[in-house]
């Protein structure tokens, strides 16, 4: 039955989520903006409150963690039954709180996109181990990116034993995170098939922090820089099957995708949705207010402009609660996945660019939030995936081309 | 759960229904109904249109067979009536986000799109060339149910539950063919489902049985007018009262079938009082048509009225005193154009699909370079932007919830992107997208008419 509201079973969460942004987020938002990597302590209350609004929403969790909490709940259910879970809940949560703060956002203790990986693959050993801990996750290296096949980090297995060793960057809670989900290569010339993820614990010899980026946006949330000299972990540290399978290639880690890509969507379209609510705010002070029983082409530039963000950002989080649906319906949705993202991505930092622009030099002074959406929103059009990353596998999928067809 | 007992009895009051058993019921009566009314017709067996049909009727042929004797006998030409026949829209409000269509709904679409590309699509040329919608494409479509499922049963229709979301459904599909075909055969559905609606008992009398009829009787909102900047909250016709009639003065555009609809249901202000819908019949004296072929939609048959001093008794306002919710009048014309938008939308980014794999140059298809690849890519996600939008605002109004916003939006998002993907279209072709051999400069052309269309039917 197409229906596209918020059920009433997930608002309490959503709320929840946004007393959260509005009353913890916001008030120490520009704080951790001026004070890169310091710990925002106010924060850790917070992780227990993140297990009462999963038990808000019955169920289901507000973070990347919630998957995990499923998978468990999957086994009973009807294939037939269409079910608003973890992944919906999670993307209402995540749209919230980052309508508070992205950059606080992604360092909620325990709310990792590691967690989100382990919660997509992990076994119910592996669950049992690794589900209460704050996961960051390592894929970008010094010399590959976008290109995640291109990764140098290796894993060899010595006995019970991997050992890894590589050059991790842009490691998202690197520093503050219990353990990190680390891509690694078991053989170099067997490509993507080869690439496999492990979940290295924090404190494993051999893993070092080596510095923390400065970045323009979300510098609330710690980008670590880390190394791996023979890293030693468990054998049953990976995450999904250890077999290379050429057939399957890229798929078993790239499965992860399809469940946090839809996240950094709903993180896009919060940080969107703040800008543009504070900007209508500031505006209805000057006179000029949003209607919408009225011609289209009628009104002010500005409210023109207004109307035309907000169709904007609507699409974008219909898409990604499109997205989440299907994972949460098990149905694939690989491409859902990058369309919301792309179309997130790109509308989240338009929007909040475009409003500083509308709201002139107020809204490009520290002394307002907007230029600090501004500088957190790109982000969002950049990691798990940039917008040509997301276009091409669009494309590719579309136009039934493979990797080596459009490059 | 009794079917005979449910059609026959309290039809309507199934609030405490489980909705599953409602929509398969629902579902198979409808093909049913459709069943029995084109049984006969040679277009299911040319086309295979029966597969969708049967395949519901295999769910519970051993219920549901009595429903189709009963509404096979539905057709009267007038019909004096008491009080309005308000046919309800569904009653139990979903609980969860969904996006999966009803088994009506799978059908509906699967039939609309095989009747635009095995109808409209050999026609289209001519009927485009022509601003002629031809008859027998009209004809198939209203055969098919297009309008009768709107209008109830003791009108003439088949409807007995009225689904603005199916009908915007339907029309999507219909636009994959050609936009100016799919606005052509929903502007009687558009006069016949504001009857439905908002209609005095004499009203729907009087011409819902006609609408409801065999043939497709040609009829259409006048809404838009040819000003710049036309905006129709501030419509320039005007219906001034004079003792028990009104006199309405002005001129209406991108009226569809003008030249040959029987009826009007003209949007003209009153002053004092704010927008009103007057039903005006074609032969009213004062009133003059003239085609008036455009850039594109050629094959809705666009034209313009005139009004001169068009005296029409007051009863002819629609609603009587009570009017019209224009607010919902014209958010529900905005969700009809984007779905219109939306399915014209489609058929670019299915034609440039296979185009870009087989046309080469350097050597290799086009579709390997990421200046066309991702051109592609960005047309499939603003079509799925402009369809979810769209799809909210039908399913909102399908529950009777407030939609002038998402209304507004989805019809905004849907002029922007669909002549953005119009004129991708054309440009991914080069110099064989500006050619006629191909369709993509007619849908460059036809989507240029969405930003056009602020309102103009209603589903």
Known sequence: ?407 | MNYIQQHDGDRFAGVDRESEVNVLNQAMGISLRLLTKVAGSPLIERYGLNEPLNRLLRQGTEVGFEAASKAATAFKKVVKQDKPARVPTASDKPKLFDLTPTEEQEMMKETFERLAEELILPAIEKADENCEAPDEVLNAIHEMGLVSLTIPAELGGDSETRSPLTNLIALEALAKGDLGMALAAAAPLSVAAALVDFGTADQQGKYLPGLAGEEFVPAAIALIEPHPGFDPYQLRTRAHRKGSSFVLEGRKSFVPLAARAQLFLVAADVPGAGPRLFLVESGTPGLEVRNSPSMGARAAELGEIKLNSVEIDESALLGGDAGADYNLFIARGRTAISALAVGQSQAVLDYVIPYANEREAFGEPISHRQAVAFTIADIAIEVESMRVLMLRAGARTEYGEDIVREAHLAYLLAAQKSMQIGSHGVQLLGGHGFVKDHPVERFYRNLRAVGIADGGLYL
């Open chain 1, 1 to 407: 039955m197409i229906w596209l509201e918020i059920p009433k079973s997930l608002k309490p969460l959503a709320d929840m989520a946004q007393q959260v942004g509005a009353n913890v987020f916001r008030p120490i938002s520009r704080k951790y903006d001026a004070a890169e990597h310091a710990y925002p302590k106010e924060l850790d209350a917070l992780a227990s409150l993140m297990n009462g609004m999963n038990a808000a929403g019955s169920g289901a969790g507000a973070g990347a963690a919630a998957g995990a909490k499923d998978k468990k709940a999957k086994k009973e259910r009807d294939p037939n039954e269409i079910i608003n879970g973890a992944n919906l809940a999670t993307i209402l949560g995540v749209e919230q709180l980052c309508w508070g703060d992205v950059g606080l956002m992604l360092s909620i203790p325990g709310q990792g996109l590691g967690n989100a990986a382990i919660a997509a693959v992990a076994t119910p050993e592996q669950l049992e181990r690794f589900g209460d801990k704050w996961a960051a996750m390592a894929i970008t290296e010094p010399s590959a990116g976008s290109d995640s096949a291109a990764i140098q980090t290796t894993a060899r297995l010595d006995g019970d034993e991997w050992v890894i060793n590589g050059e991790k960057i842009f490691v998202t809670a690197g520093e503050r995170a219990d353990a990190v989900v680390v891509w690694a290569t078991l053989d170099r010339n067997l490509g993507r098939a080869a690439i496999k993820s492990f979940v290295v614990e924090k404190g494993t010899p051999g893993m070092e922090l080596i510095r923390l980026d400065k970045k323009m946006g979300i510098r609330a949330s710690d980008t670590a820089v880390l190394s791996f000299s023979d890293c030693r972990i468990p054998k049953e540290n990976i995450l999904g099957s250890p077999e290379i399978d050429t057939k399957k290639g890229f798929a078993g880690v790239m499965q992860t995708f399809d469940n946090t890509r839809p996240m950094v969507a709903a993180m896009a379209i919060g940080v969107g949705r703040a800008a543009l609510e504070h900007t209508r705010t500031l505006l209805a002070k000057e006179g000029i207010e949003v209607r919408y029983d009225q011609g289209v082409k009628s009104g002010s530039a500005i409210e023109a402009e207004l109307r035309r963000m907000e169709a904007e950002l609507e699409a974008a989080r219909l898409l990604t609660l499109k997205a989440a649906w299907m994972a949460d319906n098990r149905r694939p949705n690989s491409v859902e996945a990058s369309m919301s993202k792309a179309k997130a991505g790109r509308t989240g930092t338009e929007i909040a660019l475009r409003c500083v622009e509308l709201c002139g030099a107020a809204g490009y002074s520290e002394d307002d939030l907007l230029e600090k959406w501004a500088r957190d929103a790109k982000i969002l059009d950049i990691f798990e995936g940039t917008q040509q990353i997301q276009l091409l596998i669009i494309a590719r999928r579309l136009l039934g081309l493979t990797s080596a067809q459009l490059r």
